[in-house]
């Protein structure tokens, strides 16, 4: 894989960074304090191609990968701003939808996510199997009658899904046996849940962390979808859930990165300006050693990220699991030191509204713990990597 960027890659993050320099933090506080959407934004950078960069082109998009979107996510969380339905809408779902989508699919939602006309949320965990997704209980069965789908069970910590136009649900189907019987085995399908369907229900997660983008529990009671609302094949299971997972793992570490970088910039500002003995505090080694190790950890975490991004983008799905899960783990890791450098090396200020850097002590510690917690993580590549035994 390439080490060194490309120049449409060198001139898509600074165009993005202009775009994020023109919002900053500023706007996106504002907006989440006064509980709207950061709508000026998307709609700037879908009119600018960002949000769809990822999609193919015969569908309005950019016709690039993950490696392209996560650019986009990194820039404007450098920039203050970050958009976490980037992670979900194009990331996840476009993903899917133009892997296993049929043409009716393809049609109907990849050239609205891409110009963000439309959005569409992601319904995973649940509250019962956590990051455990062989304990989903939400299921899928068939009306004899009319071949529809009736889908029931619950979903947890699912973001944006009040002004998402569909959400789609992860849920088990049984298995069927080379004779035709239900063997009692569940395997994961992926079905797209229009936001006003009969029978779907969401309620507003009450969360401490402030963003713009609202946790809902949903409810799923007998809801009834057309044959059409499977994306995919019943029977490819895995595949299609992991070309959803691998690239929200690394617009989880784009994510990480950009909210790091943005901590780290902050705080070198004040550690170049800040003066209390004679020369600007950044001039000693207790100040200046730990920003770059923060700076050295999250340009480690990016390389990874690139890897794991162009794995995805190259089709090679468990290669590119390894390198994400690992992207995840060590953007989750450097963003938590940054932040929490940055604002140590404010001190009193550090916490203040001014420099706005302690609300992100709270936002940091998202990273260590969504979409997959370091622990799982963790136990991916002690197993997976190393081939140690499983603990569980």
């Known amino acids: 894989?390439?080490?060194?960027?490309?120049?449409?890659?060198?001139?898509?993050?600074?165009?993005?960074?202009?775009?994020?320099?023109?919002?900053?933090?500023?706007?996106?506080?504002?907006?989440?304090?006064?509980?709207?959407?950061?709508?000026?934004?998307?709609?700037?950078?879908?009119?600018?191609?960002?949000?769809?960069?990822?999609?193919?082109?015969?569908?309005?998009?950019?016709?690039?990968?993950?490696?392209?979107?996560?650019?986009?996510?990194?820039?404007?969380g450098a920039a203050g701003c970050p958009l976490l339905m980037l992670v979900v809408s194009p990331a996840i779902c476009g993903t899917v939808i133009a892997r296993f989508g049929t043409g009716e699919q393809k049609r109907e939602w990849l050239p609205a996510l891409a110009d963000g006309t439309r959005t569409m949320a992601f319904g995973i965990t649940e509250p019962d199997a956590g990051s455990n997704s062989h304990r989903i209980t939400t299921t899928a069965r068939r009306d004899p009658g009319t071949g529809d789908w009736l889908?029931?069970?619950?979903?947890?910590?699912?973001?944006?899904?009040?002004?998402?136009?569909?959400?789609?649900?992860?849920?088990?189907?049984?298995?069927?046996?080379?004779?035709?019987?239900?063997?009692?085995?569940?395997?994961p399908c992926l079905f797209i849940v229009p936001r006003d369907t009969e029978g779907f229900q969401r309620h507003a997660i009450d969360m401490e962390l402030n963003a713009s983008e609202r946790q809902f529990e949903l409810v799923l009671d007998d809801v009834r979808l057309p044959a059409g609302a499977l994306v995919g094949e019943e029977d490819a299971g895995l595949l299609q859930l992991f070309a959803g997972l691998n690239p929200e793992r690394i617009m989880g570490a784009a994510f990480a990165i950009g909210m790091g970088r943005y901590a780290l910039a902050r705080a070198v500002e004040y550690a170049r300006e800040r003066t209390v003995w004679k020369v600007p505090i950044g001039a000693h080694q207790a100040i200046a050693h730990p920003l770059a190790q923060a700076h050295i950890e999250l340009e480690t975490a990016r390389l990874m990220m690139q890897k794991a991004a162009h794995l995805c983008d190259a089709g090679d799905d468990i290669g590119a699991g390894e390198a994400a899960n690992m992207a995840k783990y060590a953007a989750g890791e450097a963003c938590v030191k940054a932040v929490d450098q940055a604002v140590h090396t404010l001190g009193g200020n550090g916490l203040t509204r001014e420099y706005g850097l302690a609300s992100l002590i709270t936002a940091a510690r998202v990273s260590r713990i969504a979409p997959v917690s370091r622990e799982m993580i963790l136990n991916y590549v002690s197993h997976q990597t190393l081939g140690l035994p499983k603990s569980y």
Not at 25 to 36: E, K, M, P, Q
Not at 49 to 73: D, F, H, K, Q, R
């Open 151 to 187: 889908l029931t069970g619950r979903k947890v910590f699912v973001s944006g899904v009040d002004t998402a136009d569909a959400t789609l649900v992860v849920g088990r189907t049984e298995t069927v046996s080379a004779g035709g019987g239900r063997t009692g085995n569940l395997k």
């Open 1 to 76: 894989m390439p080490v060194i960027e490309s120049e449409e890659h060198k001139a898509l993050r600074a165009a993005v960074a202009a775009l994020g320099a023109k919002y900053g933090r500023d706007y996106l506080t504002n907006a989440v304090s006064s509980g709207r959407h950061p709508r000026e934004l998307w709609a700037e950078a879908a009119a600018l191609g960002y949000l769809g960069v990822n999609l193919p082109e015969e569908y309005g998009g950019g016709g690039g990968g993950i490696a392209e979107l996560s650019i986009v996510l990194e820039e404007l």
